[in-house]
């Protein structure tokens, strides 16, 4: 097989000569490099490469090309060369506009030019680049088959699930043609439904997450039963913890009930964490940490439910749904937090059917000329709105307060304003929510208590924080909204908690059981950002590490 290809299309003779020449020196002896002067003239190369059956593994591409820029160059190679990465090089006058593109479309990287050094400013995006697309590969795609029903609870949450853990699939709506032929051959009834057919020709009817994780190849069963550490939630805290715990050498296991990545894996744009200047989606955010965490050793758990959680002796034990039990000699809680119910009336009928909590992107192609409603008035709620605006008509935010200011970043407000299909309500809440087989209306109310109908067929919810606490026993002390106490808020009086049983105070995130640390949005008093639960999680580990030697 020919060497895979690094692309560079640029305008400027002299700028393409010297990117070609700094990618050939650097990358030359594992990868063919191929630059063209527009983005027409890529295109042309592009297919060609497609039709040889060459893999590309980036693209780099200048912003400003005549008849075609970067953007919407980038925008048709993807349609050739999918899983190939791509930067936009990008003049200093062109930042604010290159970034705003970015947020539009899904490119990896920006580079400013001159990139002089190159070792210190082209090459380690490069590399970037070319690792993700090693990892991801280039290879043809095995889909797995999901037949369901377009406004079923069930079939939203199978495909939710292996959206959001990266599985690639094929949606057939039970109504099609070709739906009703799979199920003919899977030997399945629309009854069956959701109906889910793996790339070998298993066949699942109405599968639960655990059963969808083991027949895609996700990990399910330790590989152990004792560890160093046991990290129960996949969110950037789990997921910092895992990383740090495994590259520090403890035998490490994430433990995740659903998908990595929590909340902010459902993220469309982060854009204010550190190191991502063009901002990074909550996916690829996640999709990198796990990587990470396991390259390192880790192991990843998914589709597991924890119930319980004990002390006995030194070991600390985790109590599964299925009556199973894993031990470790220490514990890192980073369940983070769930979006708290709609308090509407007619809400939990119709959730999964046109009422939903998070971002659901797997509903943003269903959303295409639509009006859509978001409830919420924090980052979250302000990032679903920039994502569903590339695809409904009308997005409106609907804040119980009388601004977004109080409770959303200023960056976000103002990348808001400039997007002409998105609307404030301010002191505007939702009573009801009406519909059939889906969502069909709300019913907003406004501070004076003035009631309004309007048609839409998709909410989207992203209200309070509420943790997952309920399972943990009464030895786990929390606080009056069900968050976990830790360190010096544990001391009542300077008296430690009922039951410690070290002649020490417990540290900084140590819960009331010694050995069970927490991290992130679940720690009561936490500050809910993804960069201060990451750096929770490598503290964690630090406190891990002091808890095991003092023992």
């Known amino acids: 097989m ?60 200048d912003y400003r090309m005549p008849h075609m820029d970067g953007i919407a160059f980038l925008e ?26 970015i947020n539009v479309v899904d490119v990896d990287h920006y580079l400013l030019k001159p990139w002089d050094p190159p070792e210190e400013k082209l090459y380690p995006v490069v590399d970037s680049l070319v690792e993700t697309w090693r990892a991801m590969g280039d290879r043809p795609v095995e889909e797995v088959k999901v037949i369901g029903h377009r406004w079923s609870s069930p079939s939203y949450k199978v495909r939710d699930f292996l959206a959001r853990n990266s599985v690639p699939y094929r949606w057939y709506s039970v109504d ?3 739906a009703a032929r799979l199920l003919e051959a899977a030997g399945a009834s629309a009854d069956e439904i959701p109906v889910l057919v793996t790339p070998d020709g298993a066949v699942l009817r109405k599968p639960s997450g655990e059963q969808i994780a083991g027949a895609v190849g996700l990990s399910t069963r330790p590989a ?53 200047p063009d901002g990074v989606s909550g996916a690829q955010l996640t999709d990198r940490a796990r990587r990470q965490a396991q390259k390192f050793g880790a192991e990843v758990l998914t589709a597991r439910d924890v119930v319980g959680l004990e002390a006995r002796g030194s070991a600390r034990v985790v109590k599964f749904g299925d009556g ?37 992107s797997t509903e943003a192609p269903e959303c295409a000329g639509q009006h859509v409603y978001i409830v919420g008035g924090a980052n979250s709620a302000g990032q679903a709105a920039v994502f569903f605006s590339r695809y409904a008509e009308d997005v409106t935010i609907l804040v119980r307060g009388e601004s977004l200011r109080s ?41 004076h208590g003035t009631e309004e109908t309007v048609e839409t067929s998709h909410l989207f919810v992203f209200i309070g924080a509420a943790p997952r606490t309920e399972w943990l026993g009464e030895e786990v002390v929390r606080d009056e909204h069900g968050f976990v106490c830790t360190g010096p808020d544990l001391l009542v009086e300077g008296r430690r908690p009922p039951g410690w049983t070290l002649d020490r105070d417990p540290q900084h995130l140590e819960s009331s059981i010694p050995g069970v640390f927490v991290a992130g949005d679940v720690r009561s008093q936490s500050v809910k950002r993804v960069a201060s639960a990451v750096g929770e999680g490598a503290m964690a580990v630090t406190l891990v590490h002091r808890y095991l030697e003092q023992r």
Not at 49 to 56: E, F, H, P, S, T
Not at 95 to 101: G, H, K, P, S, V
Not at 325 to 348: D, F, K, W
Request: glycine letters at 10%; charged letters at 25%.
């Open 2 to 61: 020919s060497q895979p290809i690094l692309m560079t299309v640029d305008d400027d003779p002299a700028v393409s000569r010297s990117v070609a020449r700094d990618l050939r020196r650097r990358y030359g002896q594992d990868y063919r490099v191929v630059r063209a002067g527009s983005g027409a003239d890529a295109l042309d190369a592009l297919r060609e490469i497609k039709l040889r059956g060459d893999a590309v593994a980036a693209i780099l591409a």
């Open 224 to 276: 152990e039963q004792f560890y160093d550490l046991v990290v129960i939630g996949g969110g950037p805290a789990g997921l910092g913890a895992s990383v740090y715990g495994a590259s520090e050498g403890l035998r490490t296991v994430l433990v995740e009930r659903r998908a990595t990545g929590g909340q902010a894996g459902q993220s469309s744009r982060i854009e204010n964490y550190l190191g991502f």
């Open 407 to 447: 409770s959303m970043s200023h960056y976000l407000i103002e990348q808001l304003d400039q997007i002409d299909n998105v609307h404030v309500r301010t002191h505007t809440t939702v009573k009801q929510v009406h519909g059939e087989e889906h969502l069909e209306k709300i019913t907003l109310c406004d501070r």
């Open 324 to 360: 199973t039990e894993l031990a470790a000699h220490s514990i890192v809680l980073a369940t983070g937090v769930s979006y708290r119910t709609l308090p509407a009336e007619g809400c939990a009928e119709l959730t999964g059917r046109g009422v939903y909590y998070g971002s659901a």
């Open 176 to 178: 099609e043609p070709e």
């Open 76 to 101: 048709q190679a993807m349609d050739l060369f999918p899983h190939a990465r791509r930067a936009l090089l990008t003049a200093y006058a062109d930042t604010d506009a290159a970034i705003q593109a």
